[in-house]
């Protein structure tokens, strides 16, 4: 039975080569323009970009469609590095409210590092790119904190089967006052971190009907909506 001409070895080797080098030159063209998004700004122009990786444009363009293609290889490298934070959180033994500070203030630390790859991937237009990395950002905090929330909830003997839901609730919320907080900085991130904690552990008391053992009432003062006596005037 005739299955067609074979391709000799030795093309099948250049082949595989010629596929392992353009995926080696994509990814050193998606730190090329990560470089440049970091020197110039979000609004960087793609000739800027090509400029930065000492290609053309259409040679950029050889490894990239559009804009739009780039722009998610670069979200894409963001949420690694965002995880690369947020992962290590899940490794240490720590009280619940402890760990969900800690994700928060990575959380936020990885925006306040990187402000102008923020922007770039989330506030320049992108269709779906932009979309693509909220989401994958969204899901990657709230994965860490369903994990919070399942170990409280299971502790207890309480049902855990709302746990995700409310995880994705809360990262949205990380998420969007992350972002507001970048584009104003009207507090430190230390305060916000403080600010985002109280609002989650105080969420999760809620749910569990008590205060937990490991956080007496005393420990940290109410959370102030409005100044106190002391600051007004």
């Known amino acids: 039975m005739n299955e067609g001409p074979v391709k000799p070895k030795g093309s099948r080797g250049r082949s595989a080569r010629w596929a392992e080098h353009r995926v ?101 237009p992108g269709g779906e790119a932009a979309s693509d990395v909220v989401a994958h950002n969204i899901s990657l905090v709230a994965g860490l904190l369903t994990a919070t929330l399942v170990d409280e909830l299971r502790a207890r003997n309480m049902d855990a089967g709302g746990a995700e839901a409310w995880a994705y609730g809360l990262a949205g919320m990380v998420y969007t006052a992350g972002d507001w907080w970048l584009q104003r900085r009207t507090m430190s991130r230390a305060a916000l971190t403080d600010y985002l904690t109280s609002l989650i552990w105080g969420g999760l008391v809620g749910v569990l009907g008590e205060r937990p053992a490991d956080k007496p009432e005393s420990d940290e003062p109410p959370l102030r909506l409005v100044a106190g006596e002391d600051q007004k005037g």
């Open 24 to 124: 080696q030159r994509r990814e050193e063209l998606i730190e090329a323009a990560m470089d440049a998004i970091r020197e110039h700004g979000a609004g960087v122009s793609i000739a800027t970009i090509a400029a930065q990786a000492g290609v053309t444009k259409p040679v950029l363009y050889r490894h990239f469609t559009d804009r739009a293609d780039l722009q998610r290889a670069v979200s894409d490298k963001a949420a690694q590095l965002l995880l690369s934070k947020l992962l290590p959180q899940l490794g240490v033994e720590r009280a619940p409210t402890e760990r969900i500070r800690s994700i928060v203030e990575a959380f936020l630390a990885g925006a306040e590092e990187e402000p102008e790859l923020w922007r770039f991937v989330v506030h320049n």
